[in-house]
């Protein structure tokens, strides 16, 4: 199956600082990738969706200015956490769509997650 | 709006004998749903999906879910868990022509020796 891969796994940053995180879509091209943050203990919670070649669409709430996300490529999708407080601390899940699944919908692959801690 | 209900937050249960993990979701019009399993600090696990057609749906790892429609209900059993099990399940939903699933609260499945 298709491979969605994340990067760092884990990272700890200073408050102030700003954190990058990765998503690879290993073996097929994503025009479409989504952010999900989750809390301990809770499900997922949609940021954006990132398309390829555009700006990314944010839900209700998300500060883009905070998040900011960049769908560089067809493989590849980056989220950054920018001036990092400890309440952004999580678990942040990428996840991208194959249009080449051969299936409807799309399959939904899913990264293995980065765990961020602000100190 | 569509929302996905899981009625329990966790399910403790004994080695090898059988579980159901409860979903129920509200929509006015069909959607798709599926079953995720996601194990501690790891990303989420397709275990099925239902699409349309026969109501039994069969995946990995010996679970199986039914949809009802009468019930908007689509529940995930196993006859007999492992240890193995023991993960977080989430259900999840999205319309046809659709593009965020919605997922549920999850369901904390404690498999004990």
């Known amino acids: 199956g298709a491979v969605v891969s994340q990067h760092p796994s884990w990272v700890i940053c200073k408050s102030g600082t700003s954190v990058k995180i990765e998503c690879r879509s290993l073996d097929f091209q994503a025009t479409t990738m989504f952010w999900y943050r989750q809390f301990p203990k809770q499900s997922l919670m949609l940021m954006a969706t990132s398309n390829e070649g555009s700006k990314a669409t944010y839900e209700q709430g998300v500060e883009k200015d905070k998040f900011l996300i960049n769908h560089a490529s067809l493989t590849l999708s980056t989220l950054t956490v920018t001036s990092a407080h400890p309440e952004d601390s999580s678990f942040y899940i990428c996840?991208?769509?194959?249009?080449?699944?051969?299936?409807?919908?799309?399959?939904?692959?899913f990264g293995p997650g980065t765990r961020l801690t602000v100190t | 709006a569509q929302s996905v209900t899981q009625l329990d937050s966790q399910v403790p249960v004994f080695e090898e004998a059988p579980v159901e993990l409860r979903c129920n979701y509200s929509s006015s019009v069909s959607v798709y749903l599926f079953w995720y399993v996601q194990y501690p600090n790891q990303g989420l696990q397709l275990l099925l999906k239902?699409?349309?057609?026969?109501?039994l749906v069969k995946g990995i790892n010996g679970f199986e879910a039914e949809f009802n429609k009468s019930q908007t209900s689509f529940h995930l059993r196993k006859p007999s868990v492992h240890i193995s099990d023991t993960a977080e399940y989430f259900c999840?939903?999205?319309?046809?022509?659709?593009?965020?699933?919605?997922f549920g609260a999850g369901t904390r499945l404690f498999v004990k020796a």
């Open positions: 996840s991208a769509r194959d249009p080449a699944s051969g299936s409807t919908p799309f399959e939904q692959y």
């Open positions: 999840a939903a999205l319309p046809p022509g659709g593009f965020k699933t919605i």
């Open positions: 239902y699409l349309s057609g026969s109501t």
